[in-house]
């Protein structure tokens, strides 16, 4: 049986997905990359409408590709965002809102966070760490954009997004699963993270936007640091979210 | 007294900066951005050979500007290397092999690392966190090109950037300097680098390049690893870098 090469409908919708109005009027997303296509695959099959690659890309991944279309190098390069494309791109449904109960020690949450990169880097880290529920703050970058799922490696697919409207209405249901505690990272104040005690116990971990932080300080929440000796810029969202991250994994493996 | 344009040969300067060649050629780097102009005239003013602007910079920068050239916001965007300029590049020298002393507690050394943005991202979390000795091998990119000193947000100049022949001849110099200890982090194996007992004191600590980490594995040197649950893609080079660096902090701060 040979394998079909991509229809109309079909290419058209490749190039609308890396536009915010194309992705929400199809309700669809671009997954890009290897190891991308890998996670979505693993992770949320049932989401996937079409996959385009090229010869070598498909001999590369030597799993089934539901709804396969073949590309030639040169056919997908005018399709791909990215200067070294990998050759196969998946055209999946972006997950609803998860229904399954809300798990796992603390809360990862995202308010106002305007770089894909950042956000796709952030969610891979957090994936790596066995992460679950990634959250966030309208008015944030589209978590389900070609450049964020390509930096997150499509980790996307195996977290829990939730999105809300604004910060207290997240914290507000935080508190109603049972994770009563919002941390905030600051880059000049607050307790230092690797101190706070209570920092990953049924917690929120609020990481701020890049250029103002977060877009409010609600009731009762605690600013945490991360103590820079130096006196100097601090770190972006994306490494700050790493420290803070990997400093959940260090408790965790303390007494083993 | 007026603010005179830049000759061509400036111009021209400016634009061969942008390849190696230019700077061996010339001896000189281009330095970038706000943050990264300041960072050179705070720790080596002397190595400025000259500064083109815009007046909205100048205005910005609030200091006094050797040997500054003023430029309009259209011609200064046809030199910059960023979409989004920040009007203001300075010429400087590239600072000579450090006679001074080593110094600090650990040597941070990066081994074939190819990134330019890696590279600028770990010189500025290490001087975030109060680090000297920043040691590499050739076959790295460029710590002084254009890109990297952007990421780095200048750090270049506030840290001793030491180049060697390769890994071996590295650790040598390193020995021969009172630092005998080699750590290599390593994504799969080795010590947790949450209890590694003589992770900073005294040591060198190696990250290898993105593609295939280190170049070798020295005699008598140490895998060190950064625990990861989620059982996935490991850290990027500059995020790994990150978590050890703030884990050097952590431990310094431990007891205060």
């Known amino acids: 049986m040979s394998i079909p090469s991509p229809g109309k409908r079909e290419l058209g919708l490749l190039k609308a997905l890396l536009t915010r109005g194309g992705r929400k ?5 671009r997954c890009e ?5 890998e996670e979505l695959l693993d992770r949320k099959k049932e989401l996937v409408e079409f996959i385009v690659a090229t010869p070598k890309a498909v001999s590369m991944i030597n799993r089934e590709l539901p709804n396969l279309r073949l590309l030639s190098d040169e056919e997908l390069a005018e399709y791909s965002d990215t ?5 196969i791109i998946a055209v999946a449904k972006i997950p609803e ?5 809300v798990s796992g ?3 990862l949450a995202l308010d ?3 770089d894909p990169g950042n956000f796709g880097t952030i969610a891979r880290t957090y ?3 066995g992460g679950c529920e990634l959250w966030y703050t309208k008015g944030s970058v589209d978590p389900w954009c070609d450049k964020a799922i390509r930096s997150g490696m499509g980790a996307q697919f195996a977290l829990n997004v939730r999105k809300f409207d604004d910060l207290p209405t997240l914290c ?3 508190e109603k699963a049972g994770y009563p505690t919002v941390y905030i990272a600051d880059p000049h104040k607050g307790e230092s993270c690797f101190k706070a005690k209570g920092l990953f116990d049924k917690s929120v971990l609020v990481i701020g936007g890049e250029a103002n932080g977060v877009s409010m300080f609600p009731e009762n929440a605690k600013s945490v640091m991360i103590p820079m000796p130096g006196n100097y810029e601090s770190l972006n969202a994306a490494q700050a979210a790493t420290v803070l991250l990997l400093e959940s994994v260090r408790r965790s493996t303390e007494y083993i």
Chains 1, 2 share one sequence.
């Open 127 to 129: 994936r790596a760490i």
């Open 172 to 174: 507000d249901n935080a």
């Open 33 to 37: 990359g290897l190891r991308a296509v």
């Open 97 to 101: 809102f998860p229904d399954s109960p």
């Open 25 to 29: 009027r199809s309700g669809c997303c």
């Open 83 to 87: 200067l070294n494309s990998q050759g």
């Open 105 to 107: 020690n603390f809360i």
């Open 112 to 114: 106002l966070l305007n």
